[in-house]
């Protein structure tokens, strides 16, 4: 992803369950959902090796 001001992403929560059923959420700034999903399998292994554990992207305003 290539580095973009800040002034111009959204905050973007993602949530998503572990092999134990537990939801859990992070959040990020992006330019749209699919880049919060590109950054949280960036920054989490958990979502990097088990990306269809995610059951939401919500965009906070």
Known sequence: MSSVAIKS???????????????HQVGFYARDAYDCL???REFNSYLHYHPRSVVRIQQKF
């Open 38 to 40: 590109m950054l949280a």
């Open 9 to 23: 992403c959204n905050k973007y929560v993602l949530s998503y369950k572990d092999s134990s059923n537990n939801i």
